[in-house]
């Protein structure tokens, strides 16, 4: 069992500045592919980013690419993600999840609690 707890969400002005936190308790994180959804009420979840276990790799949507960067820190259990000329369109619960997906945008078998991301225009 994996445990996942996000932070870093809040309140943030248009073209700012967020990170991300996600802290990892069970199992060593080095282990999983993670990734970040995020989701709007009354919409469907949003696959945001992803580092894969292995290699490294990530991939990102194309609606963050060039603004936001997903990390991993193994000696803190911590996936990172952050987020830069954020956009009221940005704003959305995000979630991290861990798992071994067959792709970035795949099935995840463990997800955090959520944590609020709030861009104001």
């Known amino acids: 069992q994996v445990q996942l707890v996000e932070s870093g969400g809040g309140l943030v002005q248009a073209g700012g500045s967020l990170r991300l936190s996600c802290a990892a308790s069970?199992?060593?994180?080095?282990?999983?592919?993670m990734g970040w959804f995020r989701q709007v009420p009354g919409k469907e979840r949003e696959f945001v980013a992803a580092i894969w276990w292995n290699s490294g790799s990530t991939d990102y949507a194309d609606s963050v690419k060039g603004r936001f960067t997903i990390s991993r820190d193994n000696a803190k259990n911590t996936v990172y993600l952050q987020m830069n000329s954020l956009k009221p369109e940005d704003t959305a619960i995000y979630y991290c999840?861990?798992?071994?997906?067959?792709?970035?945008?795949?099935?995840?078998?463990?997800w955090g609690q959520g944590t609020q991301v709030t861009v104001s225009s």
């Open positions: 999840a861990a798992g071994h997906p067959f792709s970035s945008r795949g099935r995840y078998d463990y």
């Open positions: 069970g199992r060593t994180l080095s282990l999983y592919t």
